[in-house]
């Protein structure tokens, strides 16, 4: 056997691995996740934080679907160099179905968190969406239920994300296991590949958990510096888009169509030899690398976006200095103006005795009730996650011997 | 009938049973969908007009009420207003283009994205936007500003409101 035939079967092993870990973790998240403008991110937050074993689920989710992208991306490679692609047709076809596919659940799986680059970045999807020609302002309203994000817009793309794209996964997984299936049975019955395969599901698992899924700030239609970016396998069609500004059609219809056009006709080309095959993918993997890293370069002195726990920690040493400096001063020594020049008995965060009979509790319902007199409370303007970081920053700023 | 005969004829029946019942559920996703809502109030108070300054552009964002389907949700939207006298010109900060939000330069606006450059009076001066910046509609009442805040379909010539 050679070696690309060895490569379309260990990339199309890898690839069923990753769409089980995939369809299982989405399970998982779906248990808690709520599809809705104003829930969509709590509910992440949640999983994300709070809940045990989420943050594996949201990590497992997020790199298992970038490696699915890849491993399929391998797999169609190699099948067409080594001419599979003529010789097994109905293979290729529901591969190149199967891999649309997956791509479609990753378009439509991105805006789900509602956070800031998940909101942003859709917004620029289904606006390059809209400028396919004749079709594309009905898909975009389509898939949205309106001309603009509404109440719809998080269940149907929930829909699509979890239950369309997937049934239609697990049907053309079905109608492939059907036509052949004697290679897989042949690998997966050698022992040395199922120790290798059961080996690099742990030391993924190992790998998975020192990594996390990138989660942002809430998503805020008016904050007018966000800059969106996609994920890695579509930065290259992004960068692409920045040349062809003047005709927009270009990279959102006249590419895809050649593009997917190609890729269903290809088992019918059958005048060119392996050698064109391969300089055809090396070509295509050029072009990917090229605009790739320019578009990695192009960003590079831009505004790197935060994540949640940098923006809330940035955020709560905002609201200190707006609302609380006036009377705990600076310093946190309680020697605000407002508080020198009305005399009132500010604490002093900086002593070790006011850390003697204050806990991170018993200050978040200071901060949200107030103490009845001088202290005003704050519950009407902050939400609980702000009044956490905010006593995060407190406490980092001024409290004495502190470790995180 | 034969096995094989009666085994086609019901092929054939469950196939067009499928597309009869996916036909209402496209149906459905097709015509269910938000536009411009005849219960709310378009005109969203946008302060004392004594508080504006005269003669001087002001980045403002309106905060307001609007219904969609069973949910009534809190909009942030930003606006840009020009003072002079009792005369107010007021911008939506929505680029008619890609829908990026604009920022107030020199010469006049400024889209991030795609670089659309707009004067002040929100003609396109370069860049790739298909009409001029998208004029809200004011009225004064009782000594307050009131601007009626639509947003339009990005990407199109003409100004179609979609909310």
């Known amino acids: 056997m050679g070696p690309l035939r060895w490569i379309i079967t260990v990339s199309a092993i890898t690839s069923l691995l990753f769409l089980g870990l995939v369809i299982l973790s989405g399970w998982g998240l779906a248990g808690s996740y709520v599809p809705s403008l104003t829930d969509a991110f709590p509910s992440t937050l949640y999983i994300e934080k709070y809940s045990s074993g989420g943050h594996l689920l949201r990590s497992i989710h997020y790199y298992s679907s970038s490696g699915l992208v890849f491993s399929g991306f391998v797999f169609l490679c190699c099948f067409y160099?080594?001419?599979?692609?003529?010789?097994?047709?109905?293979?290729?076809?529901?591969?190149?179905?199967?891999?649309?596919?997956?791509?479609?659940?990753?378009?439509t799986g991105y805006v789900l968190p509602m956070d800031q680059n998940a909101y942003w970045g859709t917004k620029v999807r289904l606006g390059i969406t809209e400028t396919v020609p004749l079709v594309g302002t009905a898909i975009a309203d389509f898939l949205r239920g309106g001309a603009t994000f509404n109440s719809s817009t998080l269940p149907r793309f929930f829909t699509l994300h979890g239950s369309v794209f997937a049934t239609a996964i697990c049907l053309c997984l079905f109608i492939l296991s059907q036509s052949r299936?004697?290679?897989?049975?042949?690998?997966?019955?050698?022992?040395?590949?199922?120790?290798?395969?059961?080996?690099?599901?742990?030391?993924?698992?190992?790998?998975?958990?020192?990594?996390?899924?990138r989660l942002e700030l809430p998503a805020d239609s008016a904050d007018i510096d966000y800059n969106p970016r996609p994920e890695w396998y579509f930065l290259w069609l992004f960068q692409f888009g920045k040349y062809v500004e003047w005709a927009p059609w270009i990279q959102s219809g006249v590419l895809p169509l050649l593009g997917v056009g190609f890729l269903f006709v290809v088992p019918w080309l059958r005048n060119h030899g392996q050698k064109r095959r391969s300089a055809i993918v090396v070509s295509w993997c050029l072009v990917w690398l090229v605009l790739t890293g320019l578009a990695i370069i192009d960003d590079q002195d831009l505004y790197h976006n935060p994540n949640y726990s940098d923006g809330m920690a940035f955020g709560a040493e905002k609201n200190f200095n707006r609302l609380c400096i006036d009377c705990h001063g600076p310093g946190g020594l309680g020697d605000g103006p407002e508080s020198q020049a009305f005399d009132l008995p500010t604490p002093n965060f900086t002593s070790s005795n006011f850390w003697i009979n204050t806990d991170e509790q018993r200050m978040s319902i200071i901060i949200k009730d107030g103490t009845g007199n001088d202290m005003p409370d704050f519950g009407g303007s902050l939400t609980y996650e702000q009044i956490l970081a905010l006593i995060h920053h407190i406490e980092k700023s001024f409290k004495p011997n502190y470790q995180e | 009938?034969?096995?094989?005969?009666?085994?086609?004829?019901?092929?054939?029946?469950?196939?067009?049973?499928?597309?009869?019942?996916?036909?209402?559920?496209?149906?459905?996703?097709?015509?269910?969908?938000?536009?411009?809502?005849?219960?709310?109030?378009?005109?969203?108070?946008?302060?004392?007009?004594?508080?504006?300054?005269?003669?001087?552009?002001?980045k403002e964002m309106l905060?307001?009420?609007?219904?969609?389907?069973?949910?009534?949700?809190?909009?942030?939207?930003?606006?840009?207003?020009?003072?002079?006298?009792?005369?107010?010109?007021?911008?939506?900060a929505i680029c008619p283009h890609a829908a990026c939000l604009i920022r107030k330069n020199d010469e006049g606006f400024g889209c991030p994205c795609h670089k659309s450059s707009f004067s002040s009076d929100g003609n396109v001066l370069t860049g790739p936007s298909p009409r001029s910046l998208d004029r809200l509609d004011t009225k004064v009442q009782d000594g307050r500003l009131y601007v009626k805040y639509e947003k339009f379909r990005s990407g199109t010539n003409a100004k179609e409101v979609i909310g």
């Open chain 1, 81 to 107: 160099i080594s001419g599979f692609a003529a010789k097994y047709c109905k293979i290729w076809i529901l591969g190149v179905v199967l891999y649309l596919l997956i791509i479609g659940s990753a378009f």
């Open chain 1, 181 to 213: 299936k004697s290679v897989f049975i042949q690998y997966l019955s050698d022992q040395r590949f199922n120790v290798t395969l059961l080996v690099s599901i742990i030391l993924f698992f190992v790998l998975i958990n020192s990594f996390s899924a």
């Open chain 2, 1 to 58: 009938m034969t096995r094989r005969k009666f085994l086609k004829v019901w092929q054939v029946a469950t196939g067009m049973i499928v597309s009869f019942i996916s036909a209402p559920a496209i149906y459905f996703w097709r015509t269910d969908r938000s536009g411009a809502n005849e219960i709310d109030d378009r005109w969203i108070d946008a302060g004392r007009v004594e508080d504006l300054p005269i003669d001087q552009w002001r």
């Open chain 2, 63 to 92: 905060l307001f009420q609007r219904q969609d389907r069973w949910a009534s949700f809190e909009r942030k939207e930003l606006i840009y207003i020009y003072r002079n006298d009792q005369d107010f010109t007021v911008f939506s």
